[in-house]
């Protein structure tokens, strides 16, 4: 909740290689180890760029990263200052595929500008759909296959920067994180809806059917 601010005054969100940055979040979710990683592992068909020129989305809302930062888990993608942090102080945004191929586009043709993984997108054993077609595929693969896990480490990467205002909903834990986020948002020309969706927030183990 307290990188949103930020987030609001610039706009957009950032892909970690992109030099439009001010300054670093001021909550860094991820790991150095994490940052290093994502910095050198490259797309083989987006003209040499890595992935941390992307923004990364996850395709599932309880993602295993997600879960690592509910359970408490000891995950090395974690920075030590997201693994202090409570659950409730997060907030989810969320957005649609629609919205981030229609962003990609509206952009220049001379870079690829979406991607989709079948996992972590810094591990070398992920594949990669790096072209609007491949992408495509990726996606229907992974939705065909509702009983994988592959979904939970999936991502979908969009080039360089995510106008905060394809957010279409943001997702807090409780009463009071809505009206904490709600507030902030005043600050800002888009509103996107704010719901409580408190099953978002537990551990799996605490939430069933989720």
């Known amino acids: 909740m307290s990188n949103l601010p930020d987030i609001l005054s610039a706009g957009r969100l950032f892909a970690d290689a992109n030099d439009s940055w001010n300054s670093r979040p001021t909550v860094d979710i991820s790991s150095e180890q994490t940052r290093l990683a994502r910095r050198a592992a490259l797309l083989a068909v987006a003209g040499g760029r890595s992935v941390a020129h992307y923004v990364p989305f996850s395709l599932a809302p309880k993602s295993s990263v997600w879960e690592g930062i509910l359970g408490s888990v000891a995950d090395d993608r974690l920075s030590v200052a997201a693994r202090g942090v409570v659950p409730a102080d997060f907030v989810i945004l969320v957005s649609t595929v629609k919205h981030a191929f229609e962003g990609a586009a509206a952009e220049s043709a001379t870079a690829e500008q979406l991607a989709v993984t079948d996992g972590d997108a810094a591990s070398p054993l992920t594949r990669f759909g790096s072209t609007r077609e491949a992408a495509e595929r990726q996606l229907r693969k992974l939705r065909a296959d509702q009983l994988s896990e592959v979904i939970l480490d999936a991502e979908l990467l969009v080039a360089?920067?995510?106008?905060?205002?394809?957010?279409?909903?943001?997702?807090?834990?409780?009463?009071?994180?809505?009206?904490?986020?709600?507030?902030?948002?005043?600050?800002?020309?888009?509103?996107?809806?704010?719901?409580?969706y408190p099953p978002w927030f537990r551990p799996a183990e605490d939430a069933p059917g989720i």
């Open 160 to 196: 360089d920067e995510f106008p905060f205002e394809r957010i279409t909903l943001v997702g807090v834990a409780n009463d009071r994180a809505r009206d904490a986020v709600k507030a902030i948002l005043q600050e800002g020309s888009h509103r996107p809806k704010v719901a409580v």
